[in-house]
């Protein structure tokens, strides 16, 4: 009903501009009215595939909801983002997939969607998500210095995933018994959030940071050595020769 709406809305305009410009068509203006039209019904086409894709993603989303009360079977998702593929919703799609599988411990499988929206979407709004995605999946797969890199790379300045991927670089650092470096992360993590209440990640950090505090060894204490009282010597009166 909705495209049938669409459709009748698009003719209407079409008939009200070819009325408006009549004498133009006959005139002899028929090639830039061609190609307005071509990217007129190319809008048009554009417009009606996004809404499409959204409403199959919807469907999948309804689905799944209904059946586990959140997105743990992939398949939906997968498949909409193959059939969508290019459109809003079929980017969204493979994200959704991807943190599916995992949540399922499927941690090769989602790195690779994570890596799929990289390739098929680069320069996405959600771009920074996915090479989130990617270090996690490393890291969970325990492949801590692809991860460690993977982190660095999601740590884009100003992005929605820089402290996170900050915390998630702490946590490999500890892992590899660097936990001064850890520490140093943590602290400026919490030195950034500690202002913004609503973000568990600062009180987290901050929580980490006294952790390693208390377990890293007390720094030495520089102690000046006593200076060596001098030697008396013996007089001569008191000398056993002397006597």
């Known amino acids: 009903m909705e495209q049938e ?15 408006a410009n009549r004498k133009n068509v006959v005139t002899g203006g028929v ?21 499409a894709a959204g409403e199959a993603l919807a469907r999948a989303l309804m689905t799944e909801f209904q059946a586990n009360g959140r997105v743990t079977v992939p398949d939906g998702m997968l498949k909409v983002a193959s059939e969508k593929s ?45 090479l989130l995605g990617v270090a996690s999946s490393l890291h969970a797969q325990g492949k801590l210095d692809q991860a460690l890199t993977a982190y660095k790379t999601a740590e884009r300045p100003g992005s929605s995933t820089a402290t996170q991927a900050k915390f998630g670089q702490a946590s490999i650092l500890n892992a590899q018994g660097k936990a001064s470096d850890a520490l140093s992360l943590y602290e400026g993590i919490y030195m950034e959030l500690r202002e913004d209440r609503a973000n568990p990640l ?11 505090r208390v377990k890293m060894p007390a720094p030495a204490v520089s102690v000046a050595a006593p200076t060596a009282a001098p030697l008396k010597l013996l007089s001569s009166t008191n000398s056993p020769s002397a006597k």
């Open 5 to 19: 709406t669409l459709q009748l809305s698009l003719n209407d305009r079409l008939f009200t501009w070819f009325e």
């Open 31 to 51: 090639v830039v009215i061609v190609a307005t039209f071509v990217i007129f019904f190319y809008l048009d086409a554009q417009h009606k595939k996004q809404v």
């Open 86 to 130: 290019g459109t809003q919703a079929g980017a969204q799609a493979v994200l959704l997939a991807a943190g599916a599988l995992f949540t399922q411990g499927k941690y090769t499988e989602a790195q690779a969607q994570f890596e799929r929206f990289m390739k098929e979407y680069p320069g996405h709004q959600f771009s920074p998500q996915a």
């Open 202 to 212: 600062g009180s987290e950090a901050a929580m980490r940071a006294m952790e390693l």
